[in-house]
């Protein structure tokens, strides 16, 4: 078992519609919960930040965190065309400095 | 923001041949790069951890000898991928931490190198 579980996709949704990206994880240590959305042949560029649970919101995104499920998701609201990337959970503990990524959600919004 | 400048963008090298990929953290000390090698419709996989001034941890199954890094300064880390051959193509990106709260910033990633070796 992977210790960091992403539906690869892809995922396609008409523009406007509400975009739902989870992830699920199975090291209870993990404290700090990212998003990172890449365009195609670019870097993976930070979206999102939450250390341990609750959620968080930043314009159009949502990132929740519940600790209890080992679960995380990203919501994204109003979708855009624009917002079409591969977008990566990565999850992290306490003092050590390695981040482990999910596989990626290959996410499309179609005009 | 954080930003790590990372060159080239791509490079076309010939079989046999080495190719150095630099990472510049231009307004942050990176005492930590993490280099990555990406394949097509997959995930990050983590090739190597560097740290100023010291040598390199790579990852299980990655040659070192064919994989040179180099963390010489808190603001360059360089990849040298050593007699390439064509499946050494691949997207490789960098990215660099800051000091033990690296997670309090997450990464700050490279736009990536994509390496097409003929």
């Known amino acids: 078992q992977k210790e960091v579980e992403?539906?690869?996709?892809?995922?396609?949704?008409?523009?406007?519609?509400?975009?739902s990206l989870n992830c699920t994880y199975s090291n209870s240590a993990f404290q700090y919960f990212m998003w990172y959305r890449q365009y195609s042949r670019k870097g993976p560029e930070l979206l999102m930040y939450t250390y341990s649970s609750g959620n968080k919101e930043d314009g159009r995104f949502t990132a929740q965190v519940d600790k209890s499920s080992k679960y995380i998701s990203l919501f994204i609201r109003d979708s855009q065309p624009s917002d079409s990337a591969t977008y990566l959970c990565a999850m992290g503990v306490q003092g050590a400095q390695k981040l482990v990524f999910g596989?990626?959600?290959?996410?499309?919004?179609?005009? | 923001g954080a930003v790590v400048s990372q060159h080239p963008s791509w490079v076309i090298c010939k079989s046999g041949t080495s190719v150095k990929i630099e990472c510049r953290s231009l307004d942050f000390q990176a005492t930590t790069m993490f280099w990555y090698r990406q394949f097509p419709k997959q995930s990050l996989m983590l090739m190597a951890t560097s740290n100023e001034g010291s040598k390199a941890t790579y990852e299980q199954g990655v040659e070192k000898d064919k994989f040179l890094i180099n963390h010489a300064s808190l603001t360059l880390s360089t990849l040298t991928v050593t007699s390439a051959h064509p499946e050494d193509s691949s997207f490789y990106i960098c990215s660099g931490v800051r000091g033990q709260g690296a997670l309090n910033y997450g990464y700050t990633f490279g736009s990536g190198t994509r390496l097409t070796v003929v």
């Open chain 1, 6 to 19: 992403q539906d690869p996709g892809p995922l396609s949704v008409p523009e406007g519609a509400i975009v």
């Open chain 1, 103 to 111: 596989q990626g959600t290959r996410l499309t919004i179609n005009p």
